[in-house]
């Protein structure tokens, strides 16, 4: 045995007789004294009073009784309710506090004095077989203009479960009654639960020495039954017990898991425990809880009790056999081998005399003698078991491969739903690409041809159909991200023009909401990818303005050493610092009004549709991160925020070339094939390619485009620009590429879709063509096709 555990563990032992001294050396009892004694002052002695009247129902005349009173010692069925009359005979009033203690009332109680109601509540409404109530130490104050003069009459109502019956009656001023108090609470209740405390720190310490050698079992399982004993005798006398029949239900599941686990460890002790015996001790054991749940719920857990403990009772006895020839092979001297003889002789006396207790066959004064004799006892057998420092490794192993496993499945199990779910999302994106595109391209048109009047009402229009475009955006950019297939290109950037475009896009908005936004002048440039900058400040420009409701939003980029810091003011909500890592979450927004604390939660459709999907942060933090750029967040509550990101300075910004002017016939002479198979897509581009001055052919598929191309002459096809969906019935857009180019050679090509999917997006980007995602507007359409031509 180790030494330095074997000196710890006496030391504790020593604690434990320490707190039993400590706890008998309390205070005795103040003599009480006649009952005509003057009650007033600082110098009254306290009244005991002997002798009551009783009756367990009121409409039979009630009969005079001693004090103590044991309802079973008269032959009297030991539950129910019973009712108890006594007289306090005073000289004088008392002017100070005064109090009743009583060493055996039940907690289910309705005590008045002189008429009226000091203690507990009404029983004349509670049923006399399931009131409840088991006899504890009480105190209970009396104010003293309650008592008089004379005669005073005190009425004691009591409802038991068990030990009926009644302590006397302690009545005196508050002062002089604390001493009183003080004794049996110290001995009733502060000394049982100092000495299982004890306990509990002796079985700690040998649930710690297991922990660290694993071989041994005996050690390891006494430990864990040490605990649950003392824990199940702290829990009596510390808690209401029954105050509530839970707890009482959760009192008797710890004795029984206690009795289970002695059972258990005598038969490991065996050698090799029977699997047939240890499945019948868990059935069992199963069962009792079981029927403790039972009881529970049918308020029949009294019943359930009494027929459990002679069962635990006999299972305990049979355990002690194994655990005595265990401790008979250890090299013990006699005088140890006796104090284990009589430590195991005097639990078992303890626990017939506490059933017999508990069934109220003896005085109501009596008590429990296990939580006195158990920690004592089980001092003993743990300062005989300490020699043989049981562990069990193989246990803690298992424990850790079953939580790797749940951890392997549970990821496994996000990895599926988050894959469902950009299934879904896919899916869904495609499906509402397909009629805002058209939409988009038809608004476009109309706008051109509509009388001045009827403008503000296609505004009206144009500006739903932006807003579903930036949220079919948003999925698609955090698509491609997710996909990989954001290369950067970084050059020079001019941060003037970036400004120029961003404040064009977002001041409408800004302007309907009655805020400013403001850019401030720079002559700034950096080193970035201008697209994925763009989209990144617009991204945070467009949130500013969104949680924005009064004051304005600022841009403004400050000089710092070699690099520049774009930052975006704002006079919105301000973000608590606990949810400043959430909102770069997917899918995730900020709700709240200005005074209250704002919250995140995950959008789901239902909320204010104006703010999106809350993905614009989730592609802000994931560009800036393949940028390489640092990205930074201040915010204070009912101020604002401020989102900064940090980007390489370079010291000559790039001159902004003057654009073409526009052409309203941009298309004019060329010759286009279009191949898409939803309807209303085809005839918006259409529609809006003709305006451009082109001259469109369509097909609603790769069929009908090779009938077409069939009676042409091959190399002759009169196809200038080839623009065909990716997505069609039976056929991919690549395949329609490769048809015409069949027939007509190195066609220029535009392919439109509106897959989301990150193996498409892969798929498309690998291929080097021309791709405009849906859904798009007539001037990125206009732009897309200029590039493919060039």
């Not at 809880?289 to 029949?300: E, I, P, R, V």
């Not at 975006?568 to 606990?578: C, F, K, Q, S």
């Not at 191949?675 to 390619?689: G, W, Y």
Request: charged share 20%; net charge positive; glycine share 8%.
């Amino acid at each position: 045995m180790n030494h330095t555990a074997a000196r710890l563990f006496a030391t504790l032992l020593h604690l434990l007789a320490l707190c039993g001294l400590l706890g008998s050396l309390a205070p005795g009892t103040v003599r009480a004294k006649d009952a005509d004694t003057p009650g007033d002052g600082h110098g009254a002695a306290v009244i005991e009073v002997k002798e009551a009247v009783f009756a367990q129902d009121l409409r039979v005349a009630p009969m005079p009784v001693p004090l103590p009173d044991t309802w079973s010692a008269r032959a009297l069925d030991n539950t129910g309710i019973g009712h108890y009359r006594a007289r306090i005979a005073l000289r004088t009033a008392p002017t100070e506090m005064w109090a009743l203690c009583m060493l055996r009332l039940s907690d289910v109680h309705e005590i008045r004095l002189n008429g009226w109601l000091v203690s507990g509540s009404a029983l004349d409404r509670l049923d006399p077989v399931t009131a409840g109530g088991y006899p504890t130490l009480q105190w209970i104050s009396l104010p003293p203009h309650l008592l008089r003069v004379g005669v005073n009459h005190l009425e004691l109502s009591v409802a038991h479960s068990s030990r009926g019956g009644l302590s006397t009656i302690v009545v005196g001023p508050a002062a002089a009654m604390a001493d009183h108090h003080l004794t049996g609470l110290r001995l009733s209740v502060m000394l049982p639960t100092w000495l299982n405390v004890a306990g509990a720190a002796l079985a700690v310490v040998m649930l710690l020495i297991w922990w660290r050698r694993r071989s041994e079992r005996l050690l390891g399982s006494f430990g864990a039954l040490w605990v649950l004993i003392a824990a199940s005798n702290i829990a009596h006398y510390n808690i209401a017990t029954a105050a509530s029949p839970l707890l009482v239900a959760a009192f008797f599941a710890l004795q029984l898991l206690a009795s289970a686990t002695l059972c258990r460890t005598a038969m490991v002790l065996s050698g090799r425990p029977h699997p047939v015996a240890l499945g019948i001790l868990q059935i069992s054991t199963a069962v009792l809880l079981a029927m403790a749940a039972y009881g529970w719920f049918t308020d029949s857990l009294e019943a359930v009790r009494a027929g459990s403990y002679p069962m635990m009772f006999t299972g305990m006895v049979l355990a002690m056999v194994p655990l005595w020839q265990e401790t008979r092979r250890l090299p013990l001297p006699l005088p140890l081998r006796c104090a284990l003889v009589a430590a195991v002789a005097v639990s078992m006396l303890a626990a017939l005399h506490d059933y017999v207790y508990w069934r109220g066959l003896t005085s109501v004064m009596d008590t429990f003698w296990l939580p006195y004799a158990l920690p004592v006892s089980l001092s003993i057998v743990g300062g005989v078991l300490i020699k043989r420092l049981v562990g069990a490794l193989h246990q803690v192993e298992q424990l850790n491969a079953d939580l790797e496993r749940r951890v392997v499945e549970r990821t496994q199990a996000l990895q599926q739903a988050n894959q469902a779910k950009t299934r879904f999302l896919t899916a869904a994106s495609h499906d509402l690409r397909q009629p805002v595109v058209t939409i988009g391209l038809l608004i476009d048109l109309l706008r051109e041809q509509v009388p001045i009047a009827l403008r503000p009402m296609t505004d009206r229009v144009n500006e739903a159909v932006s807003s579903m475009e930036d949220l079919l955006k948003g999925l698609l950019d955090l698509s491609r991200l997710e996909a990989g297939t954001v290369r950067p290109r970084p050059q020079t950037v001019a941060l003037q023009a970036l400004f120029d475009a961003i404040a064009t896009h977002e001041g409408e908005t800004a302007r309907r909401k009655g805020i400013t936004l403001r850019f401030r002048p720079t002559r700034g440039a950096v080193v970035s990818d201008p697209v994925m900058l763009e989209q990144i400040l617009r991204n945070l420009v467009s949130n500013a303005v969104r949680y924005t409701e009064t004051g304005g939003v600022l841009v403004a980029a400050r000089r710092r050493s070699e690099t520049l810091h774009i930052e975006v003011w704002d006079t919105g909500l301000g973000i608590p610092e606990a949810l400043q890592q959430t909102i770069f979450e997917e899918f995730v927004q900020i709700a709240g009004q200005r005074g209250a604390r704002p919250v995140a939660r995950h959008s789901d459709g239902s909320g204010d549709g104006s703010r999106g999907l809350g993905l614009g942060l989730s592609i802000v933090q994931r560009s800036a991160a393949l940028l390489g750029h640092r990205l930074h967040l201040r915010s204070r509550l009912d101020r604002g925020s401020c989102f900064s990101v940090v980007v390489p300075r370079t010291p000559t910004p790039p001159k902004v070339p003057l654009g073409p002017e526009s052409d309203p016939s941009p298309l004019r002479g060329l010759r286009l094939t279009v191949v898409e198979d939803e309807p209303a897509v085809q005839a918006a581009m259409r529609a809006r390619l003709e305006a451009w001055g082109a001259t469109v052919r369509t097909h609603d598929g790769l069929t009908p485009l090779r009938h077409h191309l069939a009676h042409l002459p091959r190399g002759h096809v009169g196809i200038d620009l080839l623009i065909t969906d990716h997505r069609l019935r039976g056929a991919t857009g690549v395949d329609v590429i490769r048809t015409v180019r069949h027939y007509g050679g190195p066609v220029p090509v535009l392919v439109v879709t509106g897959d989301t999917a990150p193996d498409d997006l892969a798929l498309l980007a690998a291929s080097g063509l021309q791709v405009l995602h849906k859904p798009f507007r007539a001037d990125a359409l206009l732009a897309a096709i200029m590039q493919a031509l060039h």
